[in-house]
């Protein structure tokens, strides 16, 4: 399975960004992490295919999470950023004990 980030980039602190991971396969788990400057990665948000979600404390409220399962496509909606959500933004999609990672997109906040 290989998976393919887009939407990164440069935003202002209160400003929005989208993020977008399309899949070549369908799996049941499909979420972003995140690494910012020497921090380890944190789970940001995930979604399984019936809709479930699950948010770090630090999303809840700003970022919301979505798919397209026709697409085999995770979203990230990322609303009012703040400076310490600069970081290198990782999609991630898993089934059982499987798990697949693209490739990270830069999401730099300004303030």
């Known amino acids: 399975v290989q998976l393919q980030a887009s939407g990164g980039g440069l935003v202002q602190a209160g400003g929005s960004l989208r993020l977008s991971c399309a899949a070549s396969?369908?799996?049941?788990?499909m979420g972003w992490y995140r690494q910012g400057p020497g921090k380890q990665r944190e789970l940001v948000a995930l979604i399984l295919r019936g809709g479930t979600t699950n948010y770090a404390n630090s999303a809840k409220g700003r970022f919301t999470i979505s798919r397209d399962n026709a697409k085999n496509t995770v979203y990230l909606q990322m609303n009012s950023l703040k400076p310490e959500d600069t970081a290198v933004y990782y999609c991630n999609a898993f089934e059982g004990i499987f798990s697949y990672w693209g490739q990270g997109t830069l999401v730099t906040v300004s303030s």
């Open positions: 396969g369908s799996l049941n788990g």
